[in-house]
């Protein structure tokens, strides 16, 4: 088991590098100037003016040197010229284009908010679509069985961000049952913290469980069908008791590992759910960056989190699939 968690640290810290690495050269090579927008910025942009920003900006020199820059910037501070000089503590991802101020101090900034939205709508989806599918499963071929299976089918066939936009329309805009769907912190306000992220956490939620539904209402027919849940069965366990401790154990495994990817991508993706209910969190964030002058600091550095984060739930979910299913321990 040790030896198994090292080769996936080492790998993982690999992966990471290699990622950086990539981050860094599509936007040190890519197909325009990231002088470009910085020079847009200062009003009426000059050849001169460009040739200056660029040569300050490290992007005459080569790109393993300016690679050798901005990485160690994540290891102590460095100072960064553009039209000014200015100190950027450790861990460094840059001087935002727009504001001026680290990426890393507005990152840590921003990150609460999408934090708060991945986890308490993915809690959401995952119990909510563990209960639906078992419950489907054990009714297979009932009215409730098909009921629930199209419902997840008719959920599914909608694009999120129409059902998201209807239900902030309506729910928070018309009927006015849930005004309030802005961010307030935890720790400053945990009642307004709840009541603001409830109606996106209902969205992601519901829109959500309908796929693990299915994932689950699938893989316990299929654990159902094994010969130790018949031997159970044989033996006189309850039927909630040969669900729960025989079925659902065996068919969470393939659910935790998808579910430790959804949430990843949930952590980097929940730029519908910031820009519908007004969220200030890290995928509205880049979004902003991505308007006209692009902030590549802010891109690059969003980019980089959200790999860093795939990677680290990866991790995390192969750890767990580890310890969840032993035959993983002897690979």
């Not at 504001?99 to 990150?111: A, Y």
């Not at 018309?174 to 769907?181: A, H, N, V």
């Not at 693990?212 to 008791?241: F, L």
């Not at 969003?302 to 690979?331: E, F, G, M």
Request: hydrophobic fraction near 50%; aromatic fraction near 12%.
């Amino acid at each position: 088991m040790f030896g198994y968690i090292v080769r996936r640290l080492m790998s993982a810290a690999l992966v990471v590098v290699l990622t950086s690495m990539i981050v860094f050269l599509l936007f040190f090579k890519g197909p325009s100037n990231p002088a470009q927008p910085l020079c847009d910025l200062n009003g009426k942009c000059t050849q001169e003016k460009l040739a200056l920003l660029t040569e300050q900006l490290g992007l005459n020199d080569s790109v393993v040197h300016q690679y050798g820059i901005w990485a160690g910037g994540i290891f102590h501070s460095r100072e960064i010229d553009f039209g000014a000089t200015y100190t950027c503590d450790a861990p460094c991802l840059g001087i935002s284009y727009r504001s001026r101020g680290q990426v890393t101090d507005e990152l840590f900034e921003k990150f609460p908010a999408t934090i708060s939205i991945a986890v308490g709508g993915a809690s959401i989806y995952l119990v909510l679509g563990v209960l639906l599918g078992t419950i489907a499963a054990r009714r297979r071929g009932t009215w409730v069985d098909r009921g629930l299976v199209g419902f997840s089918v008719f959920v599914s066939a909608v694009p999120y961000y129409v059902i998201a936009l209807l239900v902030w329309i309506y729910v928070s805009l018309q009927w006015k049952l849930i005004q309030d769907t802005s961010y307030h912190p935890l720790t400053s306000d945990p009642v307004h913290w709840f009541t603001g992220l409830s109606l996106p956490w209902l969205v992601i939620g519901l829109t959500s469980s309908t796929a693990y539904a299915r994932y689950s209402r699938g893989q316990m027919i299929e654990t159902m069908g094994e010969d130790y849940v018949r031997t159970a069965v044989a033996k006189g366990v309850s039927q909630r008791g040969v669900v729960v401790r025989h079925a659902l154990r065996a068919a969470i495994v393939p659910i935790v590992t998808i579910f430790g990817l959804d949430f990843a991508f949930l952590l980097t993706g929940t730029v519908f759910t910031e820009q519908i209910f007004g969220i200030d969190g890290i995928g509205r964030w880049g979004i902003n960056a991505l308007r006209s002058p692009t902030d590549f600091p802010v891109v690059s550095a969003t980019v980089l989190v959200a790999a860093v984060i795939i990677v680290i739930a990866n991790l995390i979910v192969d750890l767990l699939y580890a310890v969840i299913d032993p035959r993983v321990r002897l690979a």
